[in-house]
């Protein structure tokens, strides 16, 4: 995997900010874009423009056909059994929040119980404590180990045939940490529970079977994976989805329409009311296409080595405490001393180099650890062993600047 030459294919990496080449560090928050994937939203803007489904003149079937060629695309990136299970949403929060509103209000009652864990960021923890008000149902969390990992004990204590829900990012956005997904979907349709996965984390770094791993639903957003932003994935089994209402009305979902009743579409278009969002979709089928060619495991390859690394060298910079487990996705969250992040951050952006600083939308997570916020740093495939001395550099400029309070 020829690192430099990926990272050329970015425009936005070349460019200097505050006089620094830019190091940019937060693609957990939002991944950069390949030429390929700009032009391939820019040529539909400029050749193709049209809506999809409605029309049979030339523009709109040629949108029609490169709109569910991008499902196809999406379908095979995840192995889906049909691309009747690939609904297309705006990320991974409306995909969630999809299933809370339609499956999890249709099928919750008192006593009935929805598990998730600390770690979760808020688009997987408000839309099922909303559900939980709706319905009656409980809402209870799977302890965490010190480490910040879930342990498939406490998952089985956690989850009873009373669980009717389980949901759980597939990697931390935070810690890093990558959740067994397999071994807890099993035990959650041992108990008779379907289970959720925040994939947001997930999909951009590593290959991902939804039917390897047998999950119910998989979430995940286009723009943490080279893709536009506004343009996401909700995979659920088809049997599943089928007995599901839509939670959005009008548009191409609709089948038929008299003055008091209304039919809808088949699957996956009763899920997608309005006009969808087509350039984002080719936009993700485009970024599919890069991803494959470069490849998921040599991605997830690069990122385990360039994380490691990262931790060596941060380690050396004493009063820097870092979260997380020893194994764990490619980012790094940290703090440096009793200096706020954001001032940290502040910091290592005059210096050209990007990083996250804040809560990252995961405050009961904050609690756990005992901190108000945190820095991230977090790596794609464009990243180098460059990039993470550079930031090493930067934060012993960020102690020398804030040495009284370290």
Same mark, same amino acid.
């Given at each position: 995997?020829?690192?430099?030459?990926?990272?050329?294919?970015?425009?936005?990496?070349?460019?200097?900010?505050?006089?620094?080449?830019?190091?940019?560090?937060?693609?957990?928050?939002?991944?950069?874009?390949?030429?390929?994937?700009?032009?391939?939203?820019?040529?539909? /803007?400029?050749?193709?423009?049209? @809506?999809?489904?409605?029309?049979?003149?030339?523009?709109?079937?040629?949108?029609?056909?490169?709109?569910?060629?991008?499902?196809? &695309?999406?379908?095979?990136?995840?192995?889906?059994?049909?691309?009747?299970?690939?609904? %297309?949403?705006?990320?991974?929060?409306?995909?969630?929040?999809?299933?809370?509103?339609? /499956?999890?209000?249709?099928?919750?009652?008192?006593?009935?119980?929805?598990?998730?864990?600390?770690?979760?960021?808020?688009?997987?923890?408000?839309?099922?404590?909303?559900?939980?008000?709706?319905?009656?149902?409980?809402?209870?969390?799977?302890?965490?180990?010190?480490?910040?990992?879930?342990?498939?004990?406490?998952?089985?204590?956690?989850?009873?045939? *009373?669980?009717?829900?389980?949901?759980?990012?597939?990697?931390?956005?935070?810690?890093?940490?990558? @959740?067994?997904?397999?071994?807890?979907?099993?035990?959650?349709?041992? *108990? *008779?529970?379907?289970?959720?996965?925040?994939?947001?984390?997930?999909?951009?770094?590593?290959?991902?079977?939804?039917?390897?791993?047998?999950?119910?639903?998989?979430?995940?957003?286009?723009?943490?994976?080279?893709?536009?932003?506004?343009?996401?994935?909700?995979?659920?089994?088809?049997?599943?989805?089928?007995?599901?209402?839509?939670?959005? $009305?009008?548009?191409?979902?609709?089948? %038929?329409?008299?003055? /008091?009743?209304?039919?809808?579409?088949?699957?996956?278009?009763?899920?997608?009311?309005?006009?969808?969002?087509?350039?984002?979709?080719?936009?993700?089928?485009?970024?599919?296409? $890069?991803?494959?060619?470069?490849?998921?495991? *040599?991605?997830?390859?690069?990122?385990?080595?360039?994380?490691?690394?990262?931790?060596?060298?941060?380690?050396?910079?004493?009063?820097?405490?870092?979260?997380?487990? &020893?194994?764990?996705?490619?980012?790094?969250? $940290?703090?440096?001393?009793?200096?706020?992040?954001?001032?940290?951050?502040?910091?290592?952006?005059?210096?050209?180099?990007?990083?996250?600083?804040?809560?990252?939308?995961?405050?009961?997570?904050?609690?756990?650890?005992?901190?108000?916020?945190?820095?991230?740093?977090?790596? /794609?495939?464009?990243?180098?062993?460059?990039?993470?001395?550079?930031?090493?550099?930067?934060?012993? &400029?960020?102690?020398?600047?804030?040495?009284?309070?370290?």
């Amino acid at each position: 995997m020829d690192v430099r030459a990926i990272k050329e294919q970015f425009p936005i990496l070349g460019q200097e900010v505050n006089g620094h080449p830019l190091v940019y560090l937060d693609s957990s928050a939002t991944s950069q874009k390949p030429v390929s994937v700009i032009e391939a939203v820019a040529k539909y /803007y400029r050749e193709t423009n049209s @809506n999809v489904h409605r029309g049979v003149h030339t523009l709109g079937t040629r949108a029609t056909d490169q709109y569910e060629g991008a499902r196809e &695309k999406v379908r095979a990136f995840i192995n889906a059994k049909s691309t009747a299970e690939v609904i %297309f949403t705006r990320g991974t929060t409306t995909a969630i929040n999809t299933i809370a509103w339609s /499956y999890a209000r249709a099928n919750l009652k008192e006593g009935d119980e929805i598990v998730i864990t600390p770690m979760e960021h808020h688009s997987n923890i408000i839309p099922w404590q909303q559900a939980a008000k709706a319905t009656g149902a409980t809402l209870k969390y799977i302890p965490l180990q010190e480490d910040g990992t879930v342990s498939l004990e406490d998952a089985r204590e956690t989850i009873t045939p *009373n669980t009717k829900i389980v949901a759980i990012a597939h990697v931390s956005n935070v810690l890093g940490t990558i @959740n067994p997904i397999k071994e807890i979907t099993k035990i959650a349709h041992e *108990n *008779n529970a379907v289970i959720v996965v925040d994939g947001a984390q997930g999909a951009p770094h590593m290959q991902v079977d939804v039917q390897d791993l047998d999950v119910d639903f998989y979430a995940f957003s286009g723009h943490k994976m080279c893709a536009p932003t506004g343009i996401g994935v909700l995979y659920g089994k088809r049997e599943l989805l089928e007995n599901m209402e839509p939670v959005e $009305f009008g548009g191409e979902m609709i089948d %038929f329409v008299n003055l /008091y009743d209304s039919t809808w579409k088949e699957l996956p278009w009763k899920f997608e009311a309005g006009t969808p969002i087509i350039a984002g979709a080719i936009g993700l089928g485009a970024a599919i296409d $890069f991803l494959n060619e470069v490849g998921l495991d *040599n991605i997830l390859e690069h990122e385990k080595k360039l994380a490691a690394y990262a931790i060596d060298k941060l380690r050396e910079v004493n009063g820097i405490t870092i979260y997380g487990p &020893k194994e764990r996705a490619a980012l790094v969250t $940290f703090n440096l001393g009793e200096v706020h992040p954001h001032d940290t951050a502040t910091v290592l952006d005059a210096e050209g180099i990007a990083v996250r600083a804040g809560h990252h939308c995961a405050q009961p997570l904050m609690k756990w650890l005992d901190v108000t916020a945190t820095a991230r740093a977090s790596f /794609y495939l464009y990243n180098t062993e460059e990039d993470v001395d550079r930031l090493v550099e930067g934060l012993l &400029k960020a102690k020398e600047y804030f040495g009284d309070v370290l």
